[in-house]
């Protein structure tokens, strides 16, 4: 069963910005912030700048992919957000997971047997 949400609404994106907590690691930054529902919702931005559709298509891809591996080990109750970095070459899948998890861990959102 399908746990996670997606953030839609602009003011959902920006209530996270202002008011959650933020990390950034080489090619992804994220933003956490507790919410009252009993389930998680997941944003992903990806600016026009990192470059043309396929390219942005493809890092959301590749992000969306790991937080569904790792779902099951993520706390309930947050709203997060994974903002691409603009990089010169695209990172690879394994370089995805490395950071989400180093960024899911330092902002406290994996549980402690979790990833």
């Given at each position: 069963m399908k746990k996670?949400?997606?953030?839609?609404?602009?003011?959902?994106?920006?209530?996270?910005?202002?008011k959650g907590r933020f990390f950034a690691g080489k090619y992804i930054?994220?933003?956490?912030?507790?919410?009252?529902?009993?389930?998680n919702r997941l944003g992903i931005t990806v600016s026009t700048k990192f470059g043309k559709s396929v390219k942005r298509n493809r890092i959301r891809r590749l992000i969306r992919e790991n937080y569904r591996l790792h779902e099951d080990f993520v706390?309930?109750?947050?709203?997060?957000?994974?903002?691409?970095r603009k990089q010169d070459v695209m990172p690879e899948y394994r370089q995805i997971e490395?950071?989400?998890k180093f960024l899911m861990a330092k902002l406290g959102v994996l549980r402690r047997n979790g990833g």
């Open positions: 996670t949400i997606s953030l839609k609404k602009n003011y959902e994106f920006s209530r996270v910005y202002k930054a994220m933003h956490v912030l507790r919410n009252n529902y009993g389930y706390r309930d109750g947050y709203d997060i957000v994974f903002v691409a490395n950071e989400m």
